[in-house]
């Protein structure tokens, strides 16, 4: 195995902050125009419609996680302005891919659900993601692809500490 120098944690986090968007950009730029997966055109054309809007394919992953969300919620965990979420909501609102309802307890709070089609959409962009990443991963040798694996629970722990 290759032995590499001892970083500060410093130099992780200045790597990591580094590496990681370029790669998320990367993964997004990378998926191809033809799908891995099989479907029918009108699915295609609707995840291009989706990705060609920053930010409409997090808040759709957000809606298809959680099931459903308030305005705040999605402007918090977007890191954005309410006023920016609910742009967005009205587009995805006039492509099919959500709906707005009103809560039964507090008709000042809405919540939007992804549709059918939405949830759809996504599952596809998951999919197309996962297969472009995978040929990414199988063009690493071996021991990069255990770094790989060895650094997965380091990278979720990451994310839980404060």
Not at 13 to 22: E, I, M, Q, T, Y
Not at 31 to 40: A, Y
Not at 139 to 161: F, I, K, T, Y
Request: glycine content about 4%; proline content about 4%.
């Amino acid at each position: 195995m290759t032995q590499y120098p001892e970083l500060s944690t410093a130099d992780v986090a200045s790597g990591l902050l580094d590496v990681l968007p370029r790669l998320l950009r990367r993964l997004r730029a990378d998926l191809s125009f033809v799908p891995e997966t099989p479907c029918d055109d009108t699915e295609w054309q609707s995840l291009a419609e989706l990705r060609s809007a920053s930010g409409q394919v997090a808040l759709m992953s957000i809606l298809v996680n959680q099931g459903r969300a308030n305005m705040q919620d999605l402007a918090t965990q977007l890191a954005v302005k309410p006023g920016t979420v609910t742009m967005m909501v009205k587009r995805l609102l006039a492509q099919g891919y959500v709906e707005r309802t009103r809560d039964e307890g507090d008709w000042r709070l809405v919540w939007v659900s992804p549709t059918e089609r939405g949830r759809q959409v996504i599952h596809l962009y998951n999919q197309e993601r996962q297969a472009s990443l995978g040929r990414k991963l199988a063009q690493l040798d071996r021991e990069e692809c255990a770094c790989m694996e060895a650094a997965l629970p380091a990278l979720s722990r990451l994310m839980e500490v404060s």
